[in-house]
């Protein structure tokens, strides 16, 4: 069975300090990886996507990285902000488009 | 150029209805997906459609049934309402072959 684990549930940091979101999948023949943000009852926000070829992704603030020797990828955020708060939901992509997708990992940003 | 978009945004039915949910995907786009989101979890794969015909299936019970058009635009339909049915629902568009998929904003569906 496909899996996807997002570490830690729940995280609430002070504003301006790095963080490091983490994600685990068991399927090794992934097609790439994404990370998304969504805010409460709205839809999904792509962030970063990494094809199975590459190592990171960076977009501002955010950078993932992808090991998929070990199943896993991070999301990097620096100097958070209060509206960085939102759920961060990690998903891997297959060859059959089908997306499996994590928890999420609950982010608050403390002013 | 208009995302993916979802009908109605939310809705509220009772146990044993049927409910139609639609979603218009992004232009240039021939793939569709459908994610169940319940409350605090991720989204759950539904099913995906691509040249009218049903490609894949998630672990969902035959109550979910789908169509797409055409015109590439897609409907989810859940016949016989369960409380347990209350969710987000997701659509997703995309080219075949492994891109990007473009979520909509979802339609919240609440069953009393």
């Known amino acids: 069975k496909q899996e996807v684990t997002q570490i830690p549930a729940a995280l609430s940091v002070p504003e301006g300090e790095n963080l490091v979101l983490n994600c685990s999948f068991t399927?090794?023949?992934?097609?790439?990886l994404q990370w998304f943000r969504q805010d409460p009852g709205k839809g999904l926000t792509s962030l970063l996507l990494?094809?199975?070829?590459?190592r990171e992704q960076t977009s501002g603030r955010l950078n993932a990285s992808l090991d998929k020797s070990s199943g896993r990828s991070t999301l990097y955020i620096a100097a958070s902000q209060p509206g960085d708060s939102a759920t961060y939901l990690c998903?891997?992509?297959?060859?059959?488009?089908?997306?499996?997708f994590g928890k999420g990992t609950r982010l608050h940003i403390l002013p | 150029d208009a995302g993916v978009t979802q009908s109605p945004t939310h809705l509220i039915k009772t146990r044993g209805q049927q409910v139609t949910l639609r979603c218009s995907p992004k232009s240039g786009h021939d793939t569709v997906s459908w994610y169940q989101q319940a409350l605090g979890q991720g989204p759950q794969f539904i099913f995906q459609y691509y040249e009218e015909e049903e490609r894949q299936r998630g672990n969902f019970p035959d109550r979910f049934s789908g169509h797409q058009f055409p015109n590439y635009s897609s409907e989810l339909n859940v016949n016989a309402l369960l409380l347990g049915d209350s969710a987000l629902y997701l659509c997703a568009s995309s080219r075949t072959g492994g891109q990007p998929q473009h979520f909509g904003d979802g339609t919240r569906l609440s069953i009393l």
């Open positions: 990494i094809q199975s070829s590459q």
């Open positions: 399927d090794s023949a992934i097609y790439n």
């Open positions: 998903a891997h992509m297959n060859r059959d488009d089908k997306i499996i």
